[in-house]
């Protein structure tokens, strides 16, 4: 049912710019949080931006200044603007979705399968 699909990854010279797309369905995606994490080989998975329903956004250290979440509510999908690359952003990215049931108040997260981007020296 539900589906996030990413797009936009690839190979990319440090001090180039990627923009990540990741197209959302069957959830109501203008009442969801949705957020975005990556992780390295052998490292653990990380948030990197996340931008909520209302429209706020928030940013890992370490990507302030250079990426930017963004979110068109008429096409269902979120984006990640990414620029001044760094071999270190080297990392599979998941495109998250987050909501909070209000009857029942539970939390629910869907994730993407994923986009390679490769940053090279």
């Known amino acids: 049912q539900v589906q996030l699909v990413e797009s936009g990854g690839g190979l990319v010279q440090a001090g180039g710019s990627l923009r990540l797309s990741c197209l959302a369905s069957?959830?109501?995606?203008?009442?969801?949080?949705m957020g975005w994490y990556r992780q390295a080989p052998g490292k653990q998975r990380e948030l990197v931006a996340t931008?909520?329903?209302?429209?706020?956004?928030n940013y890992v250290d370490s990507v302030k200044g250079r990426f930017t979440i963004s979110r068109d509510n008429a096409k269902n999908t979120v984006y990640l603007q990414m620029n001044s690359l760094k071999p270190e952003d080297t990392a599979v990215y998941y495109c998250?979705?987050?909501?909070?049931?209000?009857?029942?108040?539970?939390?629910?997260?869907?994730w993407g399968k994923g986009t390679l981007v490769t940053v090279s020296s």
């Open positions: 998250n979705a987050h909501f909070i049931e209000p009857l029942v108040r539970t939390p629910m997260d869907y």
């Open positions: 931008i909520t329903s209302g429209g706020r956004t």
């Open positions: 069957g959830i109501i995606f203008s009442i969801n949080d």
